[in-house]
């Protein structure tokens, strides 16, 4: 049980985390409104794929699957960045 209770200590600094970004997404969203950007920025979301899959290779993990688990992220940053 100890390992599950480590785990779940793990998984609410990943939301806290999360939730950390997500404020910053919305202020560069703010931001990018009032300069007339686009919220997309695809030139950025690949060198942050690039950025995070080879930070993975490094500590042995699954590239493609953390590109998977960003893919993700990155949708609800630009989902964020266009709502406010």
């Known amino acids: 049980m100890a ?3 480590k785990i779940d200590e793990i998984d ?3 939301v806290l985390l999360l939730k950390d970004r997500i404020e910053l997404c ?3 969203g703010a931001v990018k409104r009032e300069n007339g950007i686009a919220v997309r920025d695809l ?3 690949d060198q942050v794929y690039l950025n995070v899959m080879g930070k993975a290779l490094e500590l042995g993990l699954d590239p493609q699957k953390v590109e998977s688990i960003f ?3 990155i949708a609800l ?3 964020v960045q266009g709502a406010e």
């Open 3 to 5: 390992l599950r209770k």
């Open 71 to 73: 893919k993700g992220i």
């Open 12 to 14: 609410e600094k990943i």
């Open 77 to 79: 940053s630009v989902l």
């Open 43 to 45: 030139q950025r979301e």
């Open 26 to 28: 919305k202020r560069i």
